[in-house]
């Protein structure tokens, strides 16, 4: 029992990261019909941000505080303004293409530009365990949990209680409606598109101390978020939580009870039963297109 304790701790804590990335798919799709197969970059990213930040002297915080400003700038305003407003134009696939060769290109350059080798980052707390019904659970698994959870009711907040996050919402269910109801709908897209990049920057803080700070950071990230969002439904922002939640904790009970070596294709055989069983995801919502 002990065992099962911790194994659902820490698949909780790396579920909620996958989570927070899967938020960001799901809120680009939602308001601009943007697939970003750069997600899993844009969460390597910003690791080195603070990293070099540091190396010129800023404490932890100070960098943490940099990365973050500089996510929001060049993963959300200059992301939209550079690679998905020229090419959203011309359709999805040419956006698609885009973010993918966007991916390959940050991803050689952090291992260019920055080192190829894997680089220790600073935990948010220090590493210690604490017992939970009997069971030994790091400190880290728990602030990980805590940080993420108090992100995601943020955003809820954002969304669900203010004016600012009704309009996001208008704009993301009805564009046409909401530019006739008078909604800023370009500057309500913008605001997606950074949301998006506080978002990939604190995930990177929350899993870099676990996986280091290294350039194929995004390959594993990228993917495990995007088989997320469609788990528990592309269109929905708690789908998206929920799937990443699921993710990370069948992630770890598999690994521990069944076989270690298959731990990849554990999240393959959950996609394809959704898919066979509820294509829309766990709580999205069909979608009707007239063609």
């Not at 002297?57 to 100070?62: D, N, R, T």
């Not at 955003?155 to 009704?166: A, D, I, S, V």
């Not at 598109?193 to 996986?211: D, E, Q, R």
Request: with cysteine.
């Amino acid at each position: 029992m002990a065992s099962f304790v911790q194994l659902v701790v820490s698949g909780l804590a790396t579920g909620a990261i996958y989570a927070l990335i899967a938020v960001g798919f799901t809120l680009l799709w939602q308001t601009s019909q943007t697939i970003n197969f750069a997600q899993g970059e844009f969460v390597m990213l910003p690791a080195f941000f603070i990293l070099a930040s540091m190396n010129l002297g800023a404490p932890f915080w100070l960098a943490a505080l940099i990365g973050i400003a500089l996510s929001i700038l060049v993963l959300g305003l200059l992301f939209k303004l550079v690679i998905v407003d020229p090419m959203l134009k011309h359709g999805v696939l040419p956006l698609v293409i885009s973010t993918i060769a966007l991916s390959l290109f940050l991803k050689e350059s952090a291992k260019d530009f920055y080192s190829s080798q894997a680089q220790p980052f600073p935990a948010l707390v220090p590493s210690t365990d604490v017992h939970v019904f009997g069971a030994v659970v790091s400190t880290q698994s728990l602030a990980v949990l805590a940080v993420a959870i108090a992100t995601v009711v943020a955003l809820h907040l954002l969304l669900n209680k203010t004016r600012l996050g009704r309009c996001m919402q208008a704009t993301a269910q009805n564009p046409t409606l909401a530019r006739i109801l008078g909604i800023p709908v370009r500057r309500m897209v913008l605001y997606t598109f950074l949301i998006n990049g506080a978002l990939v920057a604190i995930a990177s803080i929350l899993i870099s101390p676990i996986y280091l700070a290294k350039f194929t950071n995004g390959e594993t990230l990228g993917m495990a978020a995007f088989l997320a969002a469609i788990i528990g439904g592309f269109n929905q922002v708690r789908g998206a939580i929920l799937g990443g939640v699921i993710l990370g904790v069948l992630d770890n009970l598999s690994a521990a009870y069944i076989s270690s070596q298959y731990r990849g294709a554990f999240p393959l055989l959950i996609l394809i039963a959704v898919i066979l069983l509820r294509p829309q995801g766990l709580l999205g919502r069909i979608e009707e297109r007239t063609v």
